[in-house]
């Protein structure tokens, strides 16, 4: 228990450090928990051994994020995206494997040899990939969605890829010099493990007949079982009202999912994502993720953390030519495949970016193969081990790959966008970004009678808007010659409801620049963007999710007692007094230094605060008390409702 609770704390005391420091740096949760590893693991040497077990239980992250992802995605969305799973999924594994093999064969490896090292090379990590494209907000971008589509594929042609790598024993010879594999220690392979455990029982002895009804068996089961049973089962739980029983509840069915999959040979991961497309329809899907997300999430970083620790830099010293050949030529390789397949599919500009930089990595699937190619002699050796680190090693830079995709697509030739709309009638009245903030504005104007030039760069949007009869023109609002073509040098007024914070603050400057006199009305995501948009021009500025919130407060107020006058005079008081607020901070922000760290902006805003409260209380404190005597007599006096709730007084 000592040692357990000994490594325990190496791993999370690590995780503590490395990836808060990563994340203020800019460089993404994944690369803290890689870098975590690499600082417990090959530089001072706290973990050893037990790593590899437990990344075999890290594993299971992976498992659960996939399920989660199904849960957003309905079964007619994963239908909608069959051209992507088919033409991006399937064309870039067979090109990356195809290219891989021949350049193996080129260097001087037996054919065999080089086609087990074309797929173990050709899957991308789907753990780093998604998790940071869920964290840098891009999996809803078109380039996010097509990246998923490779990755949902790259999973479902693994299984085919394990049961080849064993036939291609009967065509390698050992050299001399080898070692048998199965001295070396393995990164990762415990979920081939278990898949061969499940195989080698009893799914293995059927005939093949039989090994496929089994298979389609357990699908049909996960189907049903998702539609049929999880509704009795998670109200029998919900009945015990612990809310543990629920997580517990949770947990059995992915777990019980998983176990299913491996024991008809099939990927644990497809079988959770199948079974979280089955629910995402169901009541309980939002209680599911809630219940499930937190264990997503330490798995994911442990996952990460083991990766880090089990990097052996002792390969890359001893030839470290051929380690950064391979590492440099997979990802210009898998880089120039998956940049003609994003031309194929007619992505552009950002999107085109990031799908060809998000992918070009090996992956965690690379150590699964890696396992058996090892067990079956295909792959042995030094050869072994300079895989292992390669795949490795691009999953560490893959974050960098992203920090990459940042810059590229800041300063990407305008010219290589998505060809903008012809915008036919320019209008008074310009809304840049049409999600939930910008479609409520132009439905608005549009009820009162007036037309407005509406922009957006996600096509997809577009599409989907055109389809209710919302008039809607393709574009980067950023970009002065579109900004011309909507009429900005005779518009009065602005919208700006783009989701990236940098881009709205662009755009303000730019409409300012261009067109000094135009009211610029912007969303601010919270107080820091609204003081940097407040510093770029814009004229009003809506916190998002401000309004929402006073109202939520006023119903508070109201059910303590307070009466619809007393509340709404509340809220009017505490509305006027942080407009007065922030307008005084927003002299004292300084850009670059965060708020707690800003001594006079802190010590104004606590001043603030108790001027409000002061304000407050002595403005509606008397008034609010007696009302809630008044109704603590009135529910006295009268027959209340039996669950307790107070009678509010009606005056």
Not at 40 to 59: D, K, W, Y
Not at 274 to 302: M, N, Q, T, W, Y
Not at 324 to 341: E, N, S
Not at 394 to 423: G, K, Q, V
């Amino acid at each position: 228990m000592e040692s357990f609770l000994f490594q325990a704390v190496i791993y999370l005391g690590a995780a503590t450090v490395c990836v808060p420091l990563a994340m203020r740096l800019g460089l993404g949760s994944v690369l803290g928990y890689l870098m975590a590893g690499i600082v417990i693991g090959p530089v001072t040497g706290l973990v050893g051994s037990e790593t590899e077990s437990l990344q075999h239980f890290a594993e299971f992250g992976v498992v659960m994020m996939l399920f989660l992802i199904g849960l957003e995605l309905e079964p007619r969305s994963l239908w909608d995206m069959r051209q992507r799973l088919l033409g991006l999924g399937l064309g870039q594994v067979a090109l990356t494997v195809a290219l891989i093999t021949v350049a193996a064969v080129l260097l001087g490896q037996p054919w065999p040899v080089a086609l087990a090292i074309g797929m173990i090379l050709a899957p991308s990590s789907t753990a780093i990939v998604m998790q940071t494209l869920e964290e840098k907000a891009l999996t809803g971008t078109r380039g996010g969605r097509s990246a998923f589509s490779v990755l949902l594929t790259q999973d479902i042609v693994v299984l085919p890829m394990l049961a080849l790598m064993p036939l291609l024993t009967s065509g390698v010879a050992l050299r001399s010099g080898d070692t048998p594999a199965a001295e070396e220690p393995v990164i990762g392979n415990g979920e081939s493990t278990r898949i061969a455990e499940g195989v080698s029982t009893w799914i293995e002895q059927l005939p093949n007949w039989g090994a496929a009804l089994a298979t389609l068996a357990a699908v049909a089961l996960v189907i049903l079982g998702g539609q049929f049973l999880t509704r009795p089962i998670f109200t029998f739980a919900a009945r015990s009202k612990l809310h543990e029983m629920r997580t517990i509840v949770s947990l059995l069915f992915v777990i019980g999912v998983a176990v299913l999959m491996s024991f008809v040979g099939l990927s644990p991961a497809l079988g959770t994502f199948l079974a979280g497309v089955v629910l995402a329809s169901s009541e309980f899907r939002h209680e599911l993720k809630a219940d499930i997300e937190p264990f997503k999430g330490i798995l994911l970083g442990l996952f990460f953390i083991t990766v880090g620790a089990g990097i052996d830099f002792a390969v890359l010293a001893a030839a470290p030519t051929m380690v950064v050949v391979i590492v440099t030529g997979l990802i210009l390789a898998k880089g120039g495949i998956l940049y003609a397949l994003a031309l194929l599919a007619r992505l552009h500009g950002r999107d085109r970016i990031l799908f060809t930089l998000s992918l070009a990595q090996a992956g965690e699937f690379g150590f699964v193969l890696i396992s058996v190619a090892a067990q079956s002699g295909v792959v042995t050796g030094d050869l072994q081990a300079r895989l292992l680190l390669s795949i490795a090693l691009t999953m560490l830079l893959t974050p960098l790959l992203f920090i990459a995709y940042e810059h590229l697509s800041r300063h990407s030739n305008a010219a290589d966008a998505e060809p903008d709309d012809e915008i036919d009638t320019p209008s008074e009245v310009i809304i840049a970004g049409v999600g939930r903030f910008g479609q409520v504005v132009h439905r608005l104007l549009q009820g009162a009678g007036l037309n407005a030039v509406v922009l957006d760069r996600d096509i997809e949007t577009i599409q989907l808007l055109r389809t209710f009869g919302i008039k809607t023109y393709l574009g980067d609002p950023t970009r002065p010659e579109l900004l011309e073509a909507a009429g900005i040098a005779r518009a009065k007024v602005v919208v700006v409801a783009l989701d990236s914070r940098a881009d709205a603050v662009r755009l303000t400057k730019l409409v300012k620049r261009t067109n000094p006199e135009v009211h610029v009305i912007a969303r601010a995501y919270d107080r820091v963007h609204t003081y940097e948009l407040y510093r770029a021009g814009a004229d009003q500025i809506v916190r998002e999710m401000f309004d929402s919130s006073l109202r939520a407060g006023r119903y508070a107020l109201e059910q303590l007692g307070w009466s619809e006058t007393e509340a709404y005079k509340a809220r009017d008081a505490f509305y006027r007094h942080d407009r007065e607020s922030m307008l005084e901070l927003a002299k004292l922000w300084k850009p670059g230094i965060p708020i707690s760290q800003n001594t006079d902006y802190a010590e104004r805003a606590r001043a603030f605060n108790k001027e409000l409260e002061n304000a407050l209380l002595n403005r509606f404190g008397e008034d609010a008390e007696a009302a809630a005597a008044t109704a603590d007599l009135t529910a006295t006096k009268t027959d209340g409702p039996p669950d307790g709730t107070p009678v509010r007084d009606g005056s």
